[in-house]
């Protein structure tokens, strides 16, 4: 199993390499910070962020601070928690990879919505009139017709 400072500088590089940030996990925490919903939104979140601040605190005791040792201050469970928060950034199942696919997939879904209610709305008040067909006549009412007007006129000519 790997030491604590060697788990956390995994862990560090990689949030710099996501975020292209120098300030590496700071940056990450920073980002959780600055999304207002994200406790609400992702279960969890507040938790992660807890344990973010407080293993950069560790690093920080152990890097500049003479009287602290990693051994004081960190056991399994915490390298255990830093390798699997690693696990979950790379298989996108951390907090901040899980509130932008929840807010994305939202947004797609209102996108949709609003273009359905643009278009339906078009359809409904922009839509050309039909022109006006004119009525069919069926050959069957014309000769109808016609055969009236022979038989009105046998009866005229043959009544005489």
């Known amino acids: 199993m790997a030491d604590f400072m060697s788990s956390y500088k995994h862990l560090e590089k990689l949030c710099g390499d996501i975020l292209q940030d120098d300030r590496r996990i700071s940056a990450y925490i920073d980002e959780m910070t600055k999304i207002a919903s994200g ?3 992702v279960h969890g979140w507040n938790e992660d962020l807890k344990k973010l601040k407080h293993y950069r605190w560790v690093r920080n005791q152990i890097v500049h601070d003479p009287d602290y040792e990693e051994e004081d201050l960190c056991g399994p469970n915490d390298v255990l928690w830093l ?3 690693y696990s979950r950034i790379m298989n996108q199942t951390d907090p901040l990879a899980l509130y932008y696919h929840l807010t994305k997939k939202v947004g797609e879904d209102n996108r949709k919505k609003q273009e359905s209610v643009r278009t339906n709305t078009y359809d409904t008040y922009n839509r050309q ?4 067909r004119e009525p069919e ?3 069957g009412g014309m000769i109808l017709v016609v055969c009236v ?3 009105v006129a046998c009866v005229l000519f043959l009544g005489k």
């Open 129 to 132: 009139p039909m022109p006006r």
């Open 83 to 85: 390798e699997n928060f």
């Open 137 to 139: 006549h069926s050959s």
């Open 149 to 151: 007007i022979i038989i």
């Open 39 to 41: 406790s609400s939104a």
